[in-house]
């Protein structure tokens, strides 16, 4: 891999500009594997990116970790300026690429904080640490993490359990454990998303979420962990695609020069990299477009355009508004130097790691099973099921379900016990809700980006009520939200056990099951 950067004025405008330009990738090699050709350019086009335009980063999504260490490799060989290659792995390598450490997520450290403060602390350090090893392991040396929003509204569909708690203190105590974490490894970290996406209940990734709230509010309880972030050297923030009239009533956060130089960079005096959310989401895309969305957000003060709808036209646009004096040629120097900075520091480590000796190794899986442990709720347990009982699995989506499968603990385990399986999700055609059988329920649900809710959908709750009704609810393992589990406590019978897991691996699904077959 190339280690030497250019002197940045021996780069054209068009070529600095593209420096501050992240695409998205799929981890997958093959052009036929790529889960979301909409969003991830085939080979051809990727290599163009990387090659002559010279796009500073890729962020990858997708594949094994053996498919992303040769990926990482691919990239870095076709550029002819080193990469920073990103990835949105806040609940550890694991949770985007299989292989690696898949951590409980964020959410779950506050419980245990909650019993255990010193512990939750320690794990989040340990997170931090683990995902930082491996990352480097793969060839990535982005972490688009920690998230530093506090999730005090229990309907928000994109935050939710990403969040690491519920208070500014916990969310800052937790957050910067994690970046800690990472500093005896080369890589970058990023707090997000700035100034605060935890009390919406709009997905952003689909609208635009308006923030009301006063001046006050926002500092006393928005702003901390971003301070406290900041305050622990993270390298980057990224910015929320959200509304907030009290600091500027007309441009999303993502676009505000109020909000990102204003508050960001003069205000808290954050010198690091300002990087945008994915301008494809549809608080964006759907109102400015693929050319004005990326000369708006570096006319607001980002340094770094993730996910331009189109990077050549954004590039170009870009470009042009600085031609046409929209833009100062200065700011955009300043952003290079910014980025020459974050790339120096994860080019010149002699750290070097190995994804074959170092993905998900015993230290790591265990710090993972004991956050899980920690902060797992249950109530009873049950003795060996017959072939009159079922295991009734309710999913949003089964065929998006990455942790479920035949060999998975949440269907292997109770088949061996002999109960039968029934999988619902939004696809299952309506029919009569059958009740006859016993049954032990399992509810896969947490907020997720892209779905618009945060909630139980109604096939979930209309199951839980006949089963509660009918006196056949056997048992109810929840993996996800605990704002569900609040929900539905006051129908569910004291006498019916039940699991609250935060995690939804098979990991997970392992221990909340052992803990109610014992």
Known sequence: MKTGLPDINSLSLAQQVAQMVLVRASGYRGDRQRRYPEWEPPAASLQHLVTDMGVGGVILVGGSGAEIALRCQQLQDWANIPLLIAADIEEGVGQRFAGATWFPPPMALSAVARKQPSAARDYARQMGAFTAREAIALGLNWILAPVVDVNNNPSNPVINVRAFGENPEEVSILSSAFIQGTKSYPVLTTAKHFPGHGDTDVDSHLHLPILPHSEARLVEIELPPFQSA?????????????????????????LSHAILTGKLRDRLGFTGLIVT?????????????????????????????????????????????????????????????????????????????????????????????????????????????????????????????????????????????????????????????????????????????????????????????????????????????????????????????????????????????????P
């Open 230 to 254: 900041i305050a622990s050297g993270v390298d980057a923030v990224m910015t929320a695609h959200l509304l907030i009239p009290a600091w500027d009533g007309e441009k999303p956060a993502t």
């Open 277 to 517: 959310d994915a301008l494809v989401m549809g608080a964006i895309a759907n109102r400015y477009g693929a050319k004005e969305a990326a000369v708006l957000a570096v006319s607001a003060g980002a340094d770094i355009i993730l996910m331009p709808q189109n990077p050549a036209e954004a590039i170009n646009a870009v470009r042009a508004a600085v031609e046409e004096g929209r833009i100062d040629k200065a700011q955009i120097t300043e952003s290079v130097k910014r980025i020459w900075q974050a790339k120096q520091k994860v080019l010149t480590s002699t750290y070097k790691g190995n994804f074959t000796s170092e993905l998900a190794q015993a230290d790591a899986v265990y710090t993972a099973e004991d956050i899980l442990r920690d902060a797992q709720q249950t109530r009873g347990c049950l003795s060996v099921g017959s072939s009159n009982c079922r295991n009734l699995i309710v999913v949003d989506d089964a065929l998006d379900c990455k942790f479920l499968g035949k060999h998975t603990p949440a269907i292997a385990l109770p088949h061996k016990l002999g109960y039968q399986l029934q999988v619902v999700d939004s696809y299952t055609p309506k029919t009569t809700l059958e009740t006859e059988k016993h049954t032990l329920l399992q509810i896969f649900v947490r907020g997720n980006p892209w779905r618009g809710n945060a909630g139980l959908n109604q096939r979930a709750i209309a199951w839980f009520q006949a089963l509660v009704k009918a006196e056949k609810l056997q048992a109810l393992v929840i993996y996800g939200s605990p704002y569900i589990l609040e929900k539905i406590m006051p129908e569910l019978p004291p006498e019916v056990p039940y699991v609250f897991t935060y995690g939804q691996m098979p990991d997970a699904q392992a221990i909340a099951l052992s803990s109610l077959f």
